[in-house]
């Protein structure tokens, strides 16, 4: 890249995460029904109830990461954090951040700081889940994305980012173990509690 297209491509995010602090700030005071996530993937925004299979699910996963690397850890469920391409202030389900992640001036994550994404994902958000989220976790080199389906009892593994897509797709149905040993993880994530939908 040359020096005048860095400047672009910086005052683009500028503008990006500008526009999606207003965005953010519009929504905070808007009458957003409990037990409902907002997000905002490619400019729109997204209002999903959060169900009890959904928090199940997650619980488990945060549970494993915790067992696996202590309380501590720096594990967030449904925090923003804005990612590669068009306004994409995400809020995923689950999201390990690295230990020495820090927020940036502003007071957001950093999606850099990003090891592993889990997403539970409902008949309304697969469309998200499977195709723009997955695009912006792999362009931001998240090594581990996790999409896990309750409707379809079964999750999805995807590692080793390259471009907007993932190389390696891995399907693992419920009941069977999701081998997460080769990751950054280093661990074993058990489905056979895992509630179907």
Same mark, same amino acid.
């Given at each position: 890249?040359?020096?005048?297209?860095?400047?672009?491509?910086?005052?683009?995010?500028?503008?990006?995460?500008?526009?999606?602090?207003?965005?953010?700030?519009?929504?905070?005071?808007?009458?957003?029904? !409990?037990?409902?996530?907002? !997000?905002?993937?490619?400019?729109?925004?997204?209002?999903?109830?959060?169900?009890?299979?959904?928090?199940?699910?997650?619980?488990?996963?945060?549970?494993?990461? !915790?067992?696996?690397? @202590?309380?501590?850890?720096?594990?967030?469920?449904?925090?923003?954090?804005?990612?590669?391409?068009?306004?994409? @202030?995400?809020?995923?389900?689950?999201?390990?951040?690295?230990?020495?992640?820090?927020?940036? !001036?502003?007071?957001?994550?950093?999606?850099?700081?990003?090891?592993?994404?889990?997403?539970?994902?409902?008949? @309304?958000?697969?469309?998200?889940?499977?195709?723009?989220?997955?695009?912006?976790?792999?362009?931001?080199?998240?090594?581990?994305?996790?999409?896990?389906?309750?409707?379809?009892?079964?999750?999805?593994?995807?590692?080793?980012?390259?471009?907007?897509?993932?190389?390696?797709?891995?399907?693992?149905?419920?009941?069977?173990?999701?081998?997460?040993?080769?990751?950054?993880?280093?661990?074993?994530?058990?489905?056979?509690?895992?509630?179907?939908?």
């Amino acid at each position: 890249m040359t020096v005048l297209e860095d400047r672009i491509a910086m005052a683009d995010a500028d503008a990006n995460t500008q526009r999606l602090d207003d965005w953010f700030e519009r929504l905070e005071r808007m009458p957003v029904p !409990e037990g409902f996530r907002v !997000e905002i993937v490619g400019g729109n925004v997204h209002t999903t109830p959060q169900r009890d299979t959904h928090w199940v699910i997650i619980r488990r996963i945060v549970r494993a990461i !915790e067992d696996r690397f @202590g309380m501590d850890v720096n594990v967030l469920s449904d925090v923003r954090i804005d990612f590669p391409g068009h306004e994409n @202030g995400f809020c995923p389900d689950v999201a390990l951040l690295k230990a020495s992640a820090e927020k940036d !001036e502003k007071g957001h994550w950093r999606h850099e700081d990003v090891e592993f994404v889990a997403e539970v994902i409902s008949q @309304g958000t697969a469309a998200n889940d499977y195709g723009p989220k997955k695009t912006a976790y792999a362009l931001a080199e998240v090594p581990v994305y996790l999409i896990v389906d309750p409707d379809r009892g079964w999750c999805r593994v995807y590692t080793h980012p390259k471009g907007d897509d993932y190389a390696i797709d891995t399907k693992v149905d419920f009941g069977s173990d999701v081998d997460l040993t080769d990751t950054l993880l280093g661990l074993t994530l058990k489905t056979d509690k895992f509630p179907r939908d």
